[in-house]
């Protein structure tokens, strides 16, 4: 299941951030859709589990993401 929502949610989410440059903003939001995916894969109800498991899974925030793709395009 996590390899469905790195191969499928990210790329769906990060399309066009390579155009224009997310706000600050919108870029938490997007690292909140999938804080929301988490908890519903694995049924956990804290802040710190969610986190556990960002790490233990390797999924980095929406704001690293976009910010690997701005440095590889420049």
Known sequence: MVHLLKSY?????LYASE???PSPRNLQTLDNCINRA???LFCVGSSDCTLTIWCR???PSI???VEKKTFEIY
Do not use: H, K, M
Request: hydrophobic share 65%.
């Open 57 to 59: 899974f390797y999924l």
């Open 38 to 40: 988490v908890f519903n």
């Open 63 to 65: 704001c690293s993401f």
């Open 9 to 13: 949610r990210l790329p769906f989410l």
């Open 19 to 21: 155009a224009v440059l």
